[in-house]
């Protein structure tokens, strides 16, 4: 039913730091720009992270933080009076956008509701695609999107079962797998991304990180290089995770949550796809979360020496374009090949 995460609303008192994060930082396009608001591309869509200055942001039943949003995709304008009815079947307040929302989110029609923890979630379909070029904010090779929407996003969540039941139930992601240690997590997708959204068990409802693919290593590599330089940049150090294979790391932004900079993201199989618990934590190396209680991140390290100690490791995830394969005769390393999955 939802397709894709389209786009973010980010509420912030800190316009100034995140123009500068936004596109001078992480490489996104500021397309417009205004007193109370910030709007950024990130491929062919006229818009995909909006950031409305504290002040002129509604005030919420549940206070500032709830006051950002999530855009998710639908098909069409039937797929959206859909999971406006299936919604309302449910028990949840639907109301359809004005036209001048709808307007300003560069959407056809969109409709808004929250989630059991609060979040201002908007489902739409029509997005308009820019009649020209991406120019990223810096040299970047750009953003993977597309049919695997802008990202995902990892929410803390306080009371997980409400939150789980609605992502699963009422709005029809599925599970990809779980884990329970070092850290309580849940892991959905709605396409081939493994994830668009996470629930991280938490003693408060808040957003945890977004995260945003490159198309390029490097372009991971070298804004890791511009975080290194900053005291305090830094929320997670690079590393790669077990379940969606990818190779980020997680800066701090402007707000008061990570933004998740990653690259080799796997596609599933989605019609064949088994959820399962994850019992090496959520990264095959690295990923030092400084975020982490000190028991916690001991808990960390053990899981990830054992990821070592039994030697977990998954291919490189690629997209046509940014790799060339290797030549050269290695019989050593042939064999290996030859007798990998042989038990
Ligand atoms: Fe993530």
Known sequence: MIEALGYVGVTSGKLEEWESFGARWLGLQLVEKSASSLRFRMDDRKQRVIVTGARDAPA??????HDQFFGWEVRDAAALDALAGRLEGKGVQVARVSRAIA?????????????????????????????TAFVPGKPISGFRTGALGMGHVVLRVKNLQPMIRFYQDTLGFKLSDFALTPFVAYFFHTNPRHHSIALIKSDRDAIHHLMVEMCSLDDVGQTYDLALAEPGRIGTTLGRHTNDHVTSFYATTPSDFMMECGWGGRTLDVANWQPHEMHYGTSLWGHERTWLPPDKMAEAHALRAKAAADAQREPLQVMPGNHVMSHGVCPWWDKVKANAGKG
């Open 60 to 65: 919420g039943d549940h206070g500032r933080e």
């Open 103 to 131: 307007d300003a989110r560069r959407v056809r029609d969109a409709i808004t509701f929250r989630d059991p923890a609060g979040h201002v979630l908007e489902a739409f379909h029509g997005a308009e695609v820019a009649d």
